[in-house]
């Protein structure tokens, strides 16, 4: 299996692309998270590089009881409430880390092979017929395509969501920043005033 994986980041933007060969994804709001499963070996990785591994038991069984052996796939970890929306509070308390999951969105590596260079369509497929059947703990994240992409955005903040992420369904996953991948944010969200508030804070 492929060692060197880099994040595919969003790049932000104000308005949902609404053609048809976007896809869109409800931004959960948590943490993003690469797990990386070889034989009875699981490590999940932050975006920083650092290991949570023992922080998310819940994933980790998840993972090790999946029927495939190796497997890379790019999630968030999220603790959802009763609501069905992903309560970042009750995540950054860290006194439920039992009750986080993967809201998984994408599989970079499947059964040894690299998935990057397949276009995001074949990638989604992949990641359905890996996580099929098997819901707690690692969950395949839904998605709408083309142009419903605006309304889902309106609906996603009646519903007090974080936003939208829309990608290009037929292009590889590529690390680092990318245009390829669009995020715009409800901008009434509490995640907008966590990012205002780091901002504007002092450097220490």
């Known amino acids: 299996m492929p060692q060197a994986f880099e994040f595919c980041l969003p790049t932000a933007a104000k308005v949902v692309p609404d053609g048809p060969d976007w896809l869109h994804e409800v931004k959960y709001d948590g943490y993003r998270l690469r797990v990386e499963r070889s034989g009875r070996e699981v490590r999940l990785l932050t975006r920083n590089g650092h290991n949570w591994t023992s922080r998310f038991p819940w994933i980790v069984q998840a993972a090790l009881e999946n029927r495939e052996q190796q497997f890379v796939v790019d999630g968030e970890a ?48 992949n990641l359905a017929r890996l996580l099929r059947g098997r819901p707690d703990g690692m969950f395949v994240a839904p998605f709408e395509s083309g142009e419903i992409g605006p309304d889902l955005f309106r609906a996603a903040c009646r519903m007090g969501l974080e936003g939208l992420v829309s990608k290009r369904r037929d292009r590889r996953y590529s690390g680092g920043r990318s245009k390829d991948w669009i995020k715009v944010k409800n901008r009434t969200h509490p995640a907008m005033s966590r990012v205002m508030d780091a901002t504007s804070s002092p450097s220490v």
């Open 78 to 125: 999220v603790i959802l409430g009763v609501d069905g929306v992903s309560d970042f509070n009750a995540l950054h308390s860290r006194r439920h880390d039992e009750e986080v999951q993967l809201y998984a969105f994408d599989v970079l590596a499947l059964g040894g092979q690299d998935l990057r260079a397949l276009p995001l369509s074949m990638r989604k497929t």
